[in-house]
Every structure is written in C-alpha cells, then in structure tokens.
C-alpha cells in the first residue's frame, strides 16, 4: 500500500502513556460493530472517548457505558455519548465508522466536532471518499459521483484532514452498546496521498 501503517490496539502496550499525557479527545461517530470495538480499545488505554448515538444504543452507553466482549471476558469502559455532536465539541481524532451509505448523513452531523486540527479517520467499508486524493493527474481534486453525489461529504469534511482506514476484525453487536470482538485485530492506516507522516506516526502510536 502506499505509505500505510499497521497497528494492532493493544491495552496493555504503552499507549496509555501517550494517551494520558496527551489527554486525547476521540470521537465516534457511528454506534455499530467495528466503532464500539475501536472505542473500547482507545478507552482502554486511556483516551478521552465520545460516542455520538442515538435512540437505545445512546441510552445503553448512557446507563451502562461501553461494554466489550472478547471471549469469556467483559470490559466496561466509561464513555461520553450524545445525539448531538455539538454538546461533545471539537475532537483530536474523530473516527468514522458507518457503512458507506449513511455517511452523507453523518458529514452532515458531525461538523462541530471537526475542528482545525482534527483528524478525520475513515474506518468504513466500501470506496471511501478519500479514494482519489493523491493520484495526482487528470483524476486530481475530483470525487467519485457514486460515493459522493455532488460533493456534498468533501465539502463537510477537509480532504486534507482525512485518512484512511483498513479494518482487519470481524465484530458484531449483541445488544445496544454491547460489542462482541469475533476476530481480527488490526487496523492499516495511511495517508491518501501515501508517505509516511508525523500524524499517521501519532495514531499508530495510539
């Protein structure tokens, strides 16, 4: 790939050090499988973690917090969560994980949670709206019509703010704010435009 990193979220690395001393804010924004996992693990190690819900899985986050399952084992992981992304505000890191058809309606939710340092990552399956950015080219600055019709997500959200994510897990939801880890842990992550770069070096040391 170009310029991707792997990491692989472990609590027991030292990335709760980095969390703690940079008192990360992190943002989900998506209540399915792969973002309840993805929230665990960065709660784990001591990030500042919201959850942007709604309806029963806002309510479960709100009585119980985030709870992961991996094997026999249970964790409970205390998360901030709101339907409304403005009372969570401006985030470090926000993480993208809804299946490719409901992310128009999230760029379009999820704007004051961007700020201009944040960061954008696109755990999602599917063509991402980042796909061309780096080919350089004839194919340079456009979007994908079928991903992004009218450009309506590239406008919500800063190109030069995203980067992409690969998920290697398979999780599932057992019940509102209840996630079960099947298999898989890891994630690739990288620039669209490819190299390495100081930011990429910051999330996989988270």
Do not use: Y
């Amino acid at each position: 790939g170009r310029g991707q990193s792997q990491c692989q979220p472990d609590p027991a690395s030292a990335a709760s050090d980095v969390c703690k001393r940079q008192n990360q804010k992190i943002a989900i924004a998506g209540d399915g499988a792969i973002g309840g996992w993805m929230g665990a693990k960065l709660a784990a190690v001591g990030c500042n973690v919201s959850v942007v819900a709604r309806a029963a899985a806002l309510d479960a986050l709100r009585a119980h917090g985030l709870r992961l399952r991996e094997g026999d084992a249970e964790t409970t992981h205390a998360v901030q969560a709101s339907d409304d992304p403005a009372v969570l505000g401006v985030q470090d890191l926000v993480v993208v994980s809804v299946k490719a058809p409901g992310m128009a309606d999230v760029s379009r939710r999820i704007g004051p949670l961007i700020g201009p340092r944040t960061i954008v990552l696109t755990a999602m399956n599917g063509v991402s709206l980042w796909f061309l950015q780096g080919f350089g080219g004839p194919v340079a600055g456009r979007t994908l019509e079928s991903v992004d019709p009218g450009g309506a997500i590239a406008q919500a959200i800063p190109a030069a703010q995203v980067i992409g994510c690969v998920v290697h897990a398979r999780c599932s939801v057992d019940a509102p704010g209840v996630i079960r880890h099947r298999a898989g842990n890891g994630l690739i992550v990288g620039e669209p435009a490819g190299g390495e770069t100081p930011r990429v070096k910051a999330l996989t040391d988270l």
